[in-house]
């Protein structure tokens, strides 16, 4: 396990020092990435093997694949929530190597929204309430705070169940409120994790149209996972993984 730490810190060191040859036009870079869990002495899991993509400012982009296959890790090193053995991610041109604790706290509070599949709502808070929540950790006025709650909940549809606590609520409803909680900070990338994985068809695939239209409408750059090809389908391009690996790309007719 020693070792293991080691190793990591040495990968960890040699991202901040190598080249990388950058996409002036991403928002999202990734170079190699891999990682391995340690579960017991002699045996590892590699989540990611060698995974490079790059995500341009206003693109929409699923990555697509079963369970087991990577997906959610990829997110997590490209929120910032989890470090990569080795291999590099960039984001708006900054490699996350360069960061310490408080710039990546920084990085995922103002510049990266988060879409959960199980909502993640504060159940004793109303939908005002939820989405003004990052916003208030972000040390925004009172104004400002008022004026993009109130945009946000009104671009969601939802300025009529502002008052209604998340058990109120529809589950549509209520990943429509975390989507507009996401959004309230104005990030420069929205990512979101299954979204439509707690809904039933229908209403999935409302909220991947919404996601869609925030896209086309706010120029809004969306890396989106999912298991549903029919819900990968809707982005305009659509990364397959398996084994922790991209397998294809497709660039769907969106």
Same mark, same amino acid.
């Given at each position: 396990?020693?070792?293991?730490?080691?190793?990591?810190?040495?990968?960890?060191?040699?991202?901040?020092? !190598?080249?990388?040859?950058?996409?002036?036009?991403?928002?999202?870079?990734?170079?190699?990435?891999?990682?391995?869990?340690?579960?017991?002495?002699?045996?590892?899991?590699?989540?990611?093997?060698?995974?490079?993509?790059?995500?341009?400012?206003?693109?929409?982009?699923?990555?697509?694949?079963?369970?087991?296959?990577?997906?959610?890790?990829?997110?997590?090193?490209?929120?910032?929530?989890?470090?990569?053995?080795?291999?590099?991610?960039?984001?708006?041109?900054?490699?996350?190597?360069?960061?310490?604790?408080?710039?990546?706290?920084? +990085?995922?509070? !103002?510049?990266?929204?988060?879409?959960?599949?199980?909502?993640?709502?504060?159940?004793? +808070?109303?939908?005002?309430?939820?989405?003004?929540?990052?916003?208030?950790?972000?040390?925004?006025?009172?104004?400002?705070?008022? !004026?993009?709650?109130? !945009?946000?909940?009104?671009?969601?549809?939802?300025?009529?169940?502002?008052?209604?606590?998340?058990?109120?609520?529809?589950?549509?409803?209520?990943?429509?409120?975390?989507?507009?909680?996401?959004?309230?900070?104005?990030?420069?990338?929205?990512?979101?994790?299954?979204?439509?994985?707690?809904?039933?068809?229908?209403?999935?695939?409302?909220?991947?149209?919404?996601?869609?239209?925030?896209? +086309?409408?706010?120029?809004?750059?969306?890396?989106?996972?999912?298991?549903?090809?029919?819900?990968?389908?809707?982005?305009?391009?659509?990364?397959?993984?398996?084994?922790?690996?991209?397998?294809?790309?497709?660039?769907?007719?969106?």
């Amino acid at each position: 396990m020693k070792k293991s730490k080691k190793r990591i810190k040495q990968n960890l060191e040699s991202q901040v020092t !190598k080249d990388y040859d950058l996409d002036s036009e991403a928002m999202i870079q990734t170079f190699e990435l891999t990682k391995i869990y340690n579960i017991t002495e002699g045996i590892e899991i590699r989540a990611l093997n060698g995974v490079s993509i790059d995500v341009r400012k206003g693109e929409f982009v699923s990555v697509m694949g079963p369970s087991g296959s990577g997906k959610t890790t990829l997110l997590n090193m490209i929120g910032a929530l989890d470090n990569p053995t080795s291999g590099a991610v960039y984001i708006n041109r900054t490699n996350m190597a360069h960061m310490d604790d408080k710039q990546r706290t920084n +990085l995922r509070l !103002k510049e990266i929204g988060f879409i959960f599949q199980f909502y993640n709502l504060v159940p004793v +808070l109303s939908a005002y309430e939820n989405v003004e929540l990052p916003m208030l950790f972000a040390g925004k006025g009172k104004q400002e705070i008022e !004026k993009n709650v109130n !945009k946000f909940l009104d671009v969601v549809e939802l300025s009529e169940k502002k008052d209604h606590l998340p058990s109120e609520l529809s589950g549509g409803e209520q990943q429509r409120v975390a989507i507009a909680r996401a959004l309230c900070n104005e990030p420069s990338i929205l990512i979101a994790d299954e979204p439509t994985g707690e809904l039933d068809t229908k209403m999935g695939m409302e909220i991947v149209k919404l996601l869609r239209e925030l896209n +086309l409408e706010l120029n809004q750059t969306i890396l989106m996972v999912t298991h549903d090809p029919s819900v990968g389908a809707l982005a305009e391009r659509m990364l397959k993984m398996r084994d922790g690996q991209i397998i294809d790309t497709v660039i769907t007719k969106n």
